[in-house]
């Protein structure tokens, strides 16, 4: 058994319990290694091209993404998983015009779905509980956010510069995620 089986078997595990038991230290172990994954394949494909620089914009990320702001473990949550989600949303739409590699595609589709299986019975918990701040403004605004992603990416039919940058974009929010990922502590 390799150890990747190893450790989703015992994440697996562990998340199956009561909410109330729940390892934010292990889910935020998860999340991390997780986000190295998806990182690493989002570098694999292909990045920018010098002549796609002049179709860049700025897709006005939330404030509170862009600044060092106090999230609790609760709001993290229902940020990343909301981010997750969107990038998912996002991944599954026609990138036939970028020569990506569908393998690639489809292994960080599998580990955000991964991701998101993880963070949903917890989510879930948390919007029941109502058991946030900062999380029920910023996910708003996320949705905002990636769908200027859509828009742009629709505006421009789909096409290899504006999967490039939307890719950029992308690693850019694995950033985000990587510091949101910190906040996820019992």
Not at 22 to 51: A, G, I
Not at 69 to 79: G, I, M, P
Not at 83 to 105: A, C, N
Request: overall charge neutral; hydrophobic content about 40%.
């Amino acid at each position: 058994m390799t150890y990747r089986c190893l450790l989703q078997m015992v994440l697996l595990l562990c998340f199956s319990t009561t909410a109330h038991s729940m390892n934010y230290s292990l889910l935020r172990f998860q999340q991390r290694r997780s986000d190295m994954v998806c990182q690493k394949l989002l570098r694999q494909l292909p990045s920018t091209p010098q002549h796609c620089l002049e179709v860049r914009m700025d897709f006005q990320v939330p404030e509170e993404m862009r600044q060092a702001q106090q999230f609790r473990k609760e709001d993290a949550v229902l940020v990343i998983y909301e981010m997750l989600q969107q990038i998912f949303g996002i991944l599954t739409r026609d990138f036939s015009s970028t020569g990506w590699s569908e393998t690639i595609v489809e292994d960080l589709l599998v580990e955000l779905q991964g991701q998101m299986d993880h963070l949903e019975p917890i989510q879930k918990e948390i919007m029941q509980k109502k058991n946030f701040t900062m999380g029920d403004m910023t996910v708003p605004h996320l949705k905002k956010y990636y769908f200027n992603l859509v828009e742009y990416l629709k505006s421009k039919d789909y096409n290899s510069c504006a999967w490039a940058v939307v890719r950029a974009e992308m690693l850019r929010n694995f950033s985000f995620l990587k510091s949101l990922t910190e906040y996820l502590r019992d």
